[in-house]
């Protein structure tokens, strides 16, 4: 079985869970796990079944979760390596440290954690009395990953236009026109299901309108109306990053999608990140179902909106 949930879409959060087969992973991680585990189990979704978390971009309603989820649940957090650098950036902001020294503490880190994993192994050698005078020792010694909010239990890197596989899921990344480091967006193939997952993107290049061609569901950004936008509360430096084509689709551009680049076969489209100061839901719906009124169909086309406070219904195929 396919499933797709989003659990939160929106400038306060975003995180999507995808079951392909027997693998579960979690696209972004914009929740504290504490709500993030939340919404999962609100959907029926066992949170210790994750199998990894895959990062579209470094911005922070993105990752908020990452490492506190990825260490309590022990997974391995998918970027790109220009994405982990910047994250490390974020997450460290005032700790003076290159990438190679990072990359150095982390293969230490490894080597003592291995050491510990020996060092158990010799415990069935010891008597009673040592075991019981070593434990406060253990205790003692802090391990450095307690105090480094940076550690994860594995990092994996892929990258744009080079596809990959997480256990039964194949995924095909592709690059977004986003003010972020590296951001990418995401063809997920499980099951001869074909999904498409684009937001956060200024425009969209004639490299994503290839990508988005003969999908069975379709993620889609629709994140402000021009009119609120201009209108709206938003310093003007702020309106023009999101009306930028390093910034946010329009309600609009993504209508200009659906009408002149989409194939119209996706049996679900999903209108995402919308924003909850520019626009409205019934703004975003209306642009889409005008675009997709020539593409009315029984098996293609229904249109669903991603929120930001409560999950959308997991879309099974």
């Known amino acids: 079985m396919v499933r797709f949930t989003v659990l939160a879409s929106g400038s306060k959060g975003n995180a999507t869970l995808l079951c392909g087969g027997r693998t579960r992973i979690l696209v972004d991680c914009g929740l504290s796990c504490r709500e993030l585990f939340r919404r999962m189990r609100l959907m029926g979704e066992e949170p210790e079944q994750l199998d990894a978390i895959l990062i579209t ?13 990825a260490r309590k649940l022990n997974i391995p957090v998918y970027f790109t390596e220009g994405t982990h650098r910047a994250w490390m950036r974020w997450i460290q902001p005032r700790r003076q440290m290159s990438y190679a020294q990072w990359l150095e503490q982390t293969r230490r880190q490894a080597a003592e954690r291995q050491a510990e994993a020996d ?6 050698l010891a008597d009673d009395s040592d075991q019981v005078e070593s434990a406060p020792q253990s205790d003692a010694a802090e391990p450095a990953k307690a105090k480094d909010p940076s550690w994860l239990p594995a990092v994996e890197y892929f990258q744009a236009g080079e596809n990959f596989e997480i256990g039964d899921v194949a995924i095909s990344p592709f690059t977004t026109p986003h003010d972020a480091a590296d951001p990418v ?4 193939r499980a ?18 309108k290839a990508q988005l061609q003969g999908l069975d569901l379709l993620l889609l950004e629709s994140n402000h109306d021009l009119e609120m936008l201009r209108d709206g509360p938003y310093p003007w430096a702020v309106k023009q990053r999101v009306l930028s084509r390093v910034g946010h689709l329009s309600n609009e551009a993504a209508a200009g999608f659906l009408t002149d680049g989409y194939d119209g076969q996706a049996a679900y489209v999903i209108l995402a990140h919308l924003s909850e100061s520019n626009n409205l839901p019934e703004l975003a719906r209306v642009a889409a179902e005008r675009a997709l009124n020539g593409r009315a169909s029984l098996m293609a086309n229904r249109l669903l909106l991603a929120a930001q406070h409560e999950p959308l219904f997991p879309i099974d195929f």
Do not use: C, K
């Open 191 to 208: 099951e001869g299901v074909r999904m498409g997952f684009a937001t956060d993107l200024g425009y969209i290049s004639p490299n994503i």
């Open 57 to 69: 971009h470094e911005h922070s309603d993105h990752v908020n979760g990452v490492a506190v989820t």
């Open 119 to 124: 060092a158990a192994g010799m415990e069935g």
């Open 185 to 188: 967006g995401f063809v997920f």
